[in-house]
């Protein structure tokens, strides 16, 4: 059992007959009243993201992880394949349990949960960010606006992203995939 001092961006408890990831997490002491820790979770079989109060000290049922390296193989449509990198078993995930599927490249080593109760996989865990080239972009207009003005960019894993004006079609660009924005251009 875990109480509400050990929530830390990652933990999974079991919660609601689920078991949920911890994604953000604040702990607030207000001046009149007890303390409380609000904590916004994901959901590893649904996806569902839901924002909680616990109140402070509350006993929480952690659920116990191991970190394997994985390598992305292919998307199906369905499923999300991947390989371990240490006795190349395979597994399959659905979309629902990857936090950007769209900013993954294929042969990318990706970090993923397991639960060791039932070996089953959790979540996907992507690099904090990622260099992806851009694909296709409309050309940017010099003048046209003031200041930090963006255009939709589609990277070569397909997702779309906003980025300066400056960007052009086969630029390299870093992606912090937690958030899905870009970081900045990439030069070779």
Known sequence: MATTSDIRNGLCIRYNNDIY???EFLHVK???GPAFVRTKMKSVTSGKVLDNTFSAGHKLEDVRVET????????????????????????????????????MKEGEVVTVLINTEDNAPL???????????????EPGVKGNTATNATKPATVETGAEVNVPLFINEGDKIKIETAKGTYKERVKE
């Open 68 to 103: 394997h390296k994985f390598q992305y193989l292919y998307n199906d449509g369905e499923f999300y394949h991947f390989m371990n990198e240490a006795d190349y078993t395979q597994i399959r995930l659905l979309e629902a349990a990857l936090d950007n599927p769209g900013l």
């Open 123 to 137: 979540s996907v865990d992507l690099p904090a960010s990622v260099i992806l080239e851009v694909t296709h972009t």
């Open 30 to 32: 207000p001046g009149k």
């Open 21 to 23: 990831k911890i994604i």
